[in-house]
């Protein structure tokens, strides 16, 4: 999975069509180290989740919001079986050039490796068992309650972690 291009779109009218402010990925075989200027984002189930943020206060506060859109553009695969994707919100603030397996930010360890502990992230995953694309092609996930949520100030916007079971992206 790549980060450009990497959007989420949403429609009030006219439609908006944002690019991430952060992404990175996280890799438990490097819990260590950082993957912030990287230029690729790796999914790979059981080792690397994406982490990613957009900025969503462009959208008006009396903005009708009727579909909300979050795709990820599959790049290449280094691994030809079917891999399923599982999108949470994040509910820690995390940093892109400081996120790891281990921490959300220097001086910030999750709550558990991974992001995986209760306070990292809400559970159930908001979107569950979407198919991850072919090379070439792009996966979305419906994100619509969330942007929803962070458009009126609900909840707070930490961005996206999205997993995977199966093969590898």
């Known amino acids: 999975i790549t980060p450009t291009p990497t959007r989420l779109a949403v429609t009030p009218t006219p439609q908006l069509s944002l690019v991430p402010i952060a992404d990175t990925y996280i890799d438990a075989r490097q819990p260590f180290t950082n993957s912030g200027g990287s230029n690729i984002l790796s999914l790979r189930p059981q080792y690397t989740a994406v982490l990613t943020l957009f900025d969503v206060s462009s959208i008006p506060s009396n903005a009708a919001i009727t579909k909300a859109e979050l795709s990820y553009?599959?790049?290449?695969?280094?691994?030809?079986?079917?891999?399923?994707?599982?999108?949470?919100?994040?509910?820690?603030?995390?940093?892109?050039?400081?996120a790891t397996y281990n921490v959300a930010s220097n001086g910030q360890p999750w709550g558990q490796p991974g992001a995986k502990g209760q306070d990292d992230r809400d559970w159930p995953a908001v979107v569950e068992r979407v198919p991850i694309a072919a090379e070439g092609q792009w996966t979305s996930f419906d994100v619509l309650d969330v942007v929803r949520d962070w458009q009126v100030g609900s909840e707070t916007n930490n961005g996206f972690i999205l997993e995977g079971e199966g093969g590898s992206v």
């Open 73 to 98: 553009f599959t790049l290449a695969r280094t691994n030809p079986n079917s891999i399923t994707g599982f999108l949470y919100t994040l509910r820690r603030p995390w940093s892109e050039v400081e």
